[in-house]
C-alpha cells in the first residue's frame, strides 16, 4: 500500500523567512495530494492541493511542487508569519478504482514555528 | 453551514465502559471517515465508509465498531475502552475519494 514519509518532524523559523516541508510517497500511482494545516486544538484544513498532472501551484505565500519521477512533493510557505505556526500534514492517494476507495494517506506532520 | 460536527468535544471514561462518538455532515458527502491522532503518530485511519450503510476497516480497526444508518451521520463506538483507545479522535467527510476532506474540530477521549 501507499507510504507517505515526511520530513522535518519540527522547523523553527525566523519570521520573514521562508519554510519548506518534504513528503516523498512510494505507490507511482497516487495522483492527488494535499496540504493540511492544524492549528492547536483544532481539526486539520486544507490549505492547497495537487493533482499529477500539474507541477506546481501558488496560492499567495504558499505552494506546492511535485516531481513525479522522483516521487516527492513540498510545501513551500514565503515570508512567514507567526499565523503561520501549526503542524502541516501532507498526504497522498491512488485513484478511486480497483479496490482502492481514494483515500488519503497522511504523513506523520510537522511542527512549523515561526519566531517573530 | 456547519461542516463537521463531532460530540462530545471531551470525555473521559473508566476502563471497560462503553461509548459512542457521533459526527454529522451537513455537506451531502458520500464519504466518511474516523481518524485517531497520537503524538508523533500523526493520522491514522480507524474505519471508513464509502455511502450509506456501508462500513470498511482502516489502519487501526480493533476496538472500534462504526455505523452508517444515515449518510449525514457516522457513527464511531468503543464497546470495552481501553487505556490505549485515549487519544483525539477525528472524523472527516468528502464528497468521493481521491479528494481533500473537510475535518471536524475532534474529540479528545481520556480513558483511565
Known amino acids: 500500500g501507499e507510504n507517505v514519509e515526511q520530513h522535518p518532524s519540527t522547523l523553527s523559523v525566523q519570521e520573514g523567512d521562508s519554510a519548506v516541508i518534504k513528503c516523498t510517497y512510494s505507490d507511482s500511482a497516487s495522483n492527488y495530494f494535499p496540504w493540511y494545516k492544524q492549528e492547536l486544538g483544532k481539526g486539520p484544513q486544507l490549505i492547497i492541493d495537487i493533482r499529477s498532472n500539474v507541477g506546481e501551484k501558488k496560492d499567495q505565500r504558499i505552494a506546492v511542487t511535485l516531481n513525479k519521477t522522483a516521487k516527492h512533493f513540498s510545501l513551500h510557505i514565503t515570508e512567514t508569519q507567526p499565523e503561520d505556526s501549526a503542524v502541516y500534514f501532507c498526504a497522498a492517494s491512488i485513484p478511486n478504482y480497483g479496490g482502492s476507495q481514494g483515500n488519503l494517506i497522511f504523513g506523520k506532520g510537522t511542527k512549523l514555528s515561526v519566531k517573530p | 453551514n456547519a461542516g463537521v460536527t463531532q460530540t462530545p468535544k471531551f470525555r473521559v471514561l473508566k476502563t471497560g465502559q462503553s461509548m459512542t462518538l457521533l459526527c454529522a455532515q451537513d455537506m451531502n458527502h458520500e464519504y466518511m471517515y474516523w481518524y485517531r491522532q497520537d503524538p508523533g503518530m500523526g493520522l491514522r485511519l480507524i474505519h471508513y465508509?464509502?455511502?450509506?450503510?456501508?462500513?470498511a476497516k482502516g489502519e487501526v480497526p480493533d476496538g472500534y465498531n462504526v455505523s452508517r444508518l444515515k449518510k449525514q451521520n457516522f457513527l464511531l463506538g468503543l464497546e470495552s475502552a481501553a487505556p490505549s483507545q485515549t487519544s483525539v479522535y477525528f472524523c472527516?467527510?468528502?464528497?468521493?475519494?481521491?479528494?481533500?476532506?473537510?475535518f471536524g474540530s475532534g474529540t479528545r477521549l481520556t480513558v483511565v
Open positions: 472527516a467527510s468528502t464528497r468521493t475519494g481521491g479528494r481533500g476532506y473537510t
Open positions: 465508509s464509502v455511502g450509506e450503510g456501508t462500513t
